[in-house]
T-cell receptor
Framework: NAGVTQTPKFQVLKTGQSMTLQCAQD?????MYWYRQDPGMGLRLIYY???????DKGEVPNGYNVSRLNKREFSLRLESAAPSQTSVYFC?????????????FGAGTRLSVL | AQKITQTQPGMFVQEKEAVTLDCTYD???????LFWYKQPSSGEMIFLIY??????QNATEGRYSLNFQKARKSANLVISASQLGDSAMYFC????????????FGTGTRLTIIP
């Protein structure tokens, strides 16, 4: 009963390095999301994908790119990491077509950019 | 303007007591959904309870209930008979328009249960 799986759990980067955060869900959900969580600011939406092959910007997309590889997988890429991107990143997914529309979250990736 | 406001950064509650976590929201959309999530120290986000704007009754899920006061735009989470395992961050969130993809979160309340 995996739900939403994120890798890696922890990562330390140097400024300017690139990396990709991976996310996969096994609930056959249509929509997937990437959030970042910073102290005192709650979660903010970076990008989302309403269906395979589509992606849209959220509240804080600058410095990030995403790929919806297939229905299961949604990756977040930092091309040139900056200290301001130090954060905890969460992936989430939900099934469309329901009013309740609960988003289910992965365990998070804690990223530090030095 | 903040769409979701949680005015209690932290709360301390005696074990077995009931606790109310405050959440007010701001929207002009008649169709919206309100959510509460729990984030324990391990970091994962756990869905607790949902209230739709057209729901006639307050939502309940086990020891969790949502005190929904539509005219006041408040959606407070009530935890009955608190347990040590309830110690966590709690986030209120809203989705405006049922078809909207975006969930807006409040800044959270850190709840500590005292034995």
């Amino acid at each position: 009963n995996a739900g939403v799986t994120q890798t890696p759990k922890f990562q330390v980067l140097k400024t300017g390095q690139s990396m990709t955060l991976q996310c996969a869900q096994d609930m056959n959900h249509n929509s997937m999301y990437w959030y970042r969580q910073d102290p005192g600011m709650g979660l903010r939406l970076i990008y989302y994908s309403a269906s395979e092959g589509t992606t849209d910007k959220g509240e804080v997309p600058n410095g990030y790119n995403v790929s919806r590889l297939n229905k299961r997988e949604f990756s977040l890429r930092l091309e040139s990491a900056a200290p301001s991107q130090t954060s905890v990143y969460f992936c989430a997914s939900r099934r469309q077509g329901l009013t309740k529309n609960i988003q289910y979250f992965g365990a998070g990736t804690r990223l530090s950019v030095l | 303007a903040q769409k979701i406001t949680q005015t209690q950064p932290g709360m301390f509650v005696q074990e077995k007591e009931a606790v109310t976590l405050d959440c007010t929201y701001d929207t002009s959309d008649p169709s919206y959904g309100l959510f509460w999530y729990k984030q324990p120290s391990s970091g994962e986000m756990i869905f607790l309870i949902y209230q739709g704007s057209y729901d006639q009754q307050n939502a309940t899920e086990g020891r969790y209930s949502l005190n929904f006061q539509k005219a006041r735009k408040s959606a407070n989470l009530v935890i009955s008979a608190s347990q040590l395992g309830d110690s966590a961050m709690y986030f209120c969130a809203m989705r405006e328009n049922f078809g909207n993809e975006k969930l807006t979160f409040g800044t959270g309340t850190r709840l500590t249960i005292i034995p």
